[in-house]
Structure formats: C-alpha cells, structure tokens
T-cell receptor
C-alpha cells in the first residue's frame, strides 16, 4: 500500500505570515503531485499540481517538490484568514490504475 | 470544472436499509470515483470506473456496490447500511490523457446511519 503522510495539525499561523505544509510519500517513482484545499463540510478543490523537481508558483501559493527526498510542500505567502482550511496532499500511483493516494490532510488556521 | 453533481446532499437512514447515492458529471470525463471521508482519515477510495464497462474496487469496497449507468452517471449503493458507514461521500471525475490529470470533486453527500 502506497503511503502519503502529512502532519494532521492543527497548524496555526498569524495573518500575513508564511504557512508551510509538508507531505512525504513512499513510492520513489511517483511523478504527479497535487495539493487540494478543503473548507469544512465542502469538497476538495485543486489548488496546485507539480510534476518536476523544484518550485512552482501560482499567486500566493508555491509548491515545492524534492523527489530525491520524497517530499512535496506547499507554501502560502501573506496568509489570510480565508486560507484557513484543511490541505490535502495527493500522489498519483505510477503503476496499475494510477489512482490518487491522499494524505490525511493538515488543518491550517490563520489567526487575524 | 467538471461540473460534478451529487444527490442527495444529506441523508439520514436506519441500519439495514438500502440506499443509493448518485453522481453525474457534464464534461464527458471517462473516469469516475467514489470516496468516503472520515475525520482524521483523509479520502479513501471505495470504487472507481474508467468507462461504462470497467468497474474496479478501491481500498474499502466491502459493504458497497456501484453502477456506471452511462459515461456521465456513477451510482454508489449501500445494500444494508450500518452505522460505521456514516461519513461524507464524494464523487469525482477525471479525463484521461496527460492534459486532463485533475480530479474534480462533487459537493459531497453527508450520510448518517442510525
């Protein structure tokens, strides 16, 4: 069973600071990585995908991938109270049906 | 977005009852998925389908069955509901091919089994 691990939190960050969310995965050959945001009681919403080592930036969000160390992270700059949510890391299996494997999620709270 | 819809949005039922959750998507995506979510456990895959004739079990398929009635419709059934099936259920759709790598989720169905 392929595993994706996240710190469940809660992670508390002051407004305006950088929030850093981390995820590790067990399958060394994985190629596709995703970050979803989920507000309480709502469905997951894709915010970032990353496929290559290094950083990928989209607005206030930056995804970082290090395949050698098998981790992927999400940085949120200038954190806003509206960023308070659970963030799910997902990794696509490289064999078989290539399903997404989700971590348990990190609950992030931005304090005004 | 894939415009994925789920019905019902909320359902309360009793132990032993049969219940069906329905999912539809309007973008013609080939792949559809059913997940359940429990607090602290993330999303766990129940069943998935890559086309009408292709149905596959996920990691927690026991106690569930599915039907892919058409490319756009994928239903999840609980033949005899039990209390530990109380959870939030999500349907997702995804296109095939490298340009459509994203899973889009429906709004969810909150199921309570008494």
């Amino acid at each position: 069973q392929k595993e994706v691990e996240q710190n469940s939190g809660p992670l508390s960050v002051p407004e305006g600071a950088i929030a850093s969310l981390n995820c590790t995965y067990s399958d060394r050959g994985s190629q596709s990585f995703f970050w979803y945001r989920q507000y309480s009681g709502k469905s997951p919403e894709l915010i970032m995908s990353i496929y290559s080592n290094g950083d990928k930036e989209d607005g206030r969000f930056t995804a970082q991938l290090n395949k050698a160390s098998q981790y992927v992270s999400l940085l949120i700059r200038d954190s806003q109270p509206s960023d308070s949510a659970t963030y799910l890391c997902a990794v696509r299996e490289i064999q078989g049906a290539q399903k997404l494997v989700f971590g348990q999620g990190t609950r992030l709270t931005i304090n005004p | 977005d894939a415009d994925v819809t789920q019905t019902p949005r909320n359902r309360i039922t009793k132990t032993g009852k049969r219940i069906m959750l329905e999912c539809s998507q309007t973008k013609g995506h080939d792949r559809m998925y059913w997940y359940r979510q429990d607090p602290g456990l993330g999303l766990r895959l129940i069943y998935y389908s890559f086309d009408v004739k292709d149905i596959n079990k996920g990691e927690i398929s026991d106690g569930y069955s599915v039907s892919r009635q058409a490319q756009a419709k994928f239903s999840l059934s609980l033949e005899s509901a039990i209390p530990n099936q109380t959870a939030l259920y999500f349907c997702a759709a995804q296109g095939s091919g490298s340009s459509t790598d994203t899973q889009y989720f429906g709004p969810g169905t909150r199921l309570t089994v008494l």
